[in-house]
């Protein structure tokens, strides 16, 4: 049986680190706490300065790299990737980071995000004679890369990037050169850090950092590329400047709340984001509970303004996979109990608040509403700390698509009555934006809420799609 999730999918984790005598074992480190961002497969790529090394395989991080495993990623230098598919298939071949040997010499690139055009370009480039390996969008760019008549590598990747739009933080590794990039926009995190002994460290969350002991240093802003090899490092701004557009799903639910992206504490937005629901959307109720654990904050932040006691209602199983045994006897609601277990005593005879940051098909938040109702709730207000998902994302983020998206083709009375709640409320569009006030980055994309794209798409035949017609991926 394999789990629908109510939720959208994880996107990628990117680490690289240059200048360290363990590269390769601060990689795995950076990448096992960013396992949250990807559960497909993880792959490292470390040089000694003459040739690069990698070591990729599907499953979590820590079941992938072995002691021996590491020991064979030689070298004071490393990237490394944990993939969740936004586009390309789950296989082993879509494994990042993706390694290639060219005119410019050996390159390593590792991605987090998604290149709208990419169908584009790859059709362009299979019809000029290029083979492709895997079926991700990374490939073009390095493809790209390999077309260039470019001889300087620098040079070639910022041509590379000139032709592809969409959102992208890029790690690339060659045995000179670590180079960190983020596209004008800016959609996707990256942060740089420093360590005592002078490595420096890019990852895509700061809660990489604290487990390898780095200090933040700052976001690398839209548009940047930071070069770093033997003579140290340097700041390059080769792009058009644009409308900065930073992902606010990311503080809403990707990322960990002990983390620092886009120059803010997740923890403080999603409190915030909590504080601004009670305000608009008050109920009278004994206790509020989270749907755990991306909620948990906002449900804090909730209870502290509306004064309604928090509770832990709910409790996650974190030890489950994605394909489960399902017993022959068909049990009710199998794939929400083997994820969530009530406590009754925390509902039962009592008026609920149930907190949640999305709801995407809502199939999984109507199954744990019943749960809760037949643990005896006497009455369930649903609240949720972000306005209705109306639109696939196109940036990185595995939202469904528009007819699969509850809150797309229901009004919020349908999806209260769908659901079985005595009330129903989503967070508005300008108390989010008010959540995120006085942001230093600027502009954020909430193109999920909104259908308001900052970048244009294509599909896979390369045609102009409008803001409301469907993009298929390959899945």
């Known amino acids: 049986m394999i789990l629908q999730s109510d939720k959208p999918k994880e996107e990628c984790a990117i680490y690289g680190i240059y200048n360290s005598k363990e590269a390769a074992n601060f990689t795995y480190l950076g990448l096992y706490s960013m396992q949250h961002r990807g559960q497909e497969s993880s792959g490292i790529v470390s040089t000694d300065g003459s040739h690069l090394y990698r070591y990729a395989n599907m499953g979590l991080v820590a079941n992938i790299f072995t002691q021996p495993k590491i020991k064979e990623l030689i070298g004071d230098a490393a990237i490394g990737h944990n993939r969740y598919s936004t586009t390309g298939a789950s296989f082993l071949r879509n494994a990042q980071p993706v390694r290639v040997e060219s005119h410019l010499g050996p390159v390593a690139l590792a991605h987090n995000g998604n290149l709208v055009n990419s169908w584009d370009i790859r059709n362009r480039l299979e019809r000029d004679g290029s083979i492709f390996q895997t079926t991700i969008d990374s490939e073009v760019i390095v493809h790209l890369m390999a077309k260039s008549h470019k001889t300087d590598l620098l040079e ?25 990039v983020r596209d004008p926009n800016g959609f996707r995190p990256l942060v740089m850090g420093k360590r005592s002994d002078g490595a420096i460290v890019f990852a895509s969350e700061t809660c990489a950092f604290d487990i390898t002991d780095t200090e933040y240093v700052r976001d690398v802003e839209p548009g940047e590329m930071v070069v770093i090899d033997h003579t140290g490092m340097r700041s390059l701004y080769p792009f058009p400047k644009a409308k900065p557009s930073l992902c606010i799903f990311e503080y809403i639910y990707f990322a960990r709340p002990d983390s620092y992206i886009f120059e803010e504490s997740v923890y403080k937005v999603r409190k915030s984001l909590g504080r601004q629901l009670a305000r608009v959307m008050p109920v009278e109720a004994d206790v509020v509970i989270p749907v755990p654990d991306s909620a948990n904050i906002a449900a804090l932040g909730y209870s502290e303004e509306s004064g309604i006691p928090y509770q832990s ?163």
């Open 156 to 180: 070639a990747l910022c041509e590379s990037l000139a032709q592809v739009r969409g959102a992208y933080s890029l790690l690339v590794l060659t045995p000179r050169y670590l180079i960190a």
């Open 313 to 475: 209602g709910l409790v996650r199983s974190h030890y489950i996979g994605r394909t489960f045994i399902e017993p022959d006897q068909k049990i009710r609601d199998f794939g929400a109990k083997i994820k969530y277990n009530v406590v009754k005593e925390v509902v039962n005879g009592k008026r609920v608040v149930i907190i949640d940051d999305s709801v995407m098909r809502g199939t999984t938040s109507r199954k744990i509403i019943k749960m809760i109702r037949n643990a005896g709730a006497k009455e369930i207000h649903f609240r949720v700390s972000a306005p209705p998902t109306v639109a696939p994302c196109y940036y990185g983020i595995d939202i469904p698509t528009h007819k699969e998206l509850i809150a797309s083709t229901h009004s919020i009375e349908e999806i209260q009555k769908y659901l079985r709640v005595d009330s129903l409320a989503y967070l508005t569009l300008d108390r989010m934006h008010k959540a995120v006030e006085g942001h230093k980055g600027g502009g954020f994309c909430d193109a999920c809420f909104t259908s308001n794209y900052p970048v244009e798409f294509q599909d896979h035949a390369g045609n102009q799609k409008s803001l409301f017609t469907e993009y298929a991926t390959e899945e």
